[in-house]
């Protein structure tokens, strides 16, 4: 191997090395962040938020009360679907992705995460298994991400804890 290659080889393996370090100096500070907020730990309880995804929420929304309700954090993100309505008939379109695109993927993705762990678990009574069997699982991710920013809502307002029986899992039949 000429030596010229194997000092570039040395210089990029240095950069990964420092790049990595990098990495793991933000992965700290983002943990010692999320230990000490109260609000990001609450969220993070709902299925398909995690730790990147709490504080990036909390950190842009806060305690979620500059929205009315949670449809109105969700048609923030751009989870709800466009409407253009005329003459009185109301025609709902695909997802209007308007607002924040780097929450909306966090939600969409951690809800996808949640679609593919529990895929075996899903009924198709259910909420989610109808909407499976209607649509696709991108549409049911979707969905399920609104779900999830509506509840998002909902526990950063009234200060609570995620609880199953007063948010519906959208897996029960």
Same mark, same amino acid.
């Given at each position: 191997?000429?030596?010229?290659?194997?000092?570039?080889?040395? &210089?990029?393996? =240095?950069?990964?090395?420092?790049?990595?370090?990098?990495?793991?100096?933000?992965?700290?500070?983002?943990?010692?962040?999320?230990?000490?907020?109260?609000?990001?730990? &609450?969220?993070?309880?709902?299925?398909?938020?995690?730790?990147?995804?709490?504080?990036?929420?909390?950190?842009?929304?806060?305690?979620?009360?500059?929205?009315?309700?949670?449809?109105?954090?969700?048609?923030?993100?751009?989870?709800?679907?466009?409407?253009?309505?005329?003459?009185?008939?109301?025609? %709902?379109?695909?997802?209007?992705?308007?607002?924040?695109?780097?929450?909306?993927?966090? %939600?969409?993705?951690?809800?996808?995460?949640? %679609?593919?762990?529990?895929?075996?678990?899903?009924?198709?009574?259910?909420?989610?298994?109808?909407?499976?069997?209607?649509?696709?699982?991108?549409?049911?991710?979707?969905?399920?991400?609104?779900?999830?920013?509506?509840?998002?809502?909902?526990?950063?307002?009234?200060?609570? =804890?995620?609880?199953?029986?007063?948010?519906? =899992?959208?897996?029960?039949?």
């Amino acid at each position: 191997m000429p030596d010229t290659f194997r000092q570039v080889l040395s &210089r990029l393996y =240095d950069h990964l090395t420092e790049l990595s370090e990098h990495i793991e100096q933000f992965d700290q500070s983002l943990k010692a962040h999320f230990k000490h907020c109260e609000l990001s730990q &609450r969220i993070a309880s709902l299925p398909g938020i995690g730790l990147i995804s709490a504080t990036a929420i909390v950190g842009t929304i806060g305690d979620g009360s500059e929205f009315k309700n949670g449809r109105q954090l969700s048609a923030w993100l751009g989870l709800v679907p466009r409407q253009h309505s005329s003459g009185g008939k109301n025609i %709902l379109l695909g997802m209007s992705k308007r607002g924040d695109a780097y929450l909306r993927t966090l %939600l969409i993705h951690g809800a996808r995460s949640v %679609l593919i762990a529990r895929s075996h678990q899903v009924p198709p009574e259910s909420w989610l298994g109808g909407l499976i069997n209607r649509r696709n699982k991108n549409v049911a991710a979707v969905a399920l991400a609104n779900k999830n920013a509506r509840t998002l809502w909902a526990m950063l307002t009234r200060g609570e =804890d995620y609880n199953p029986k007063r948010y519906p =899992d959208a897996f029960a039949g």
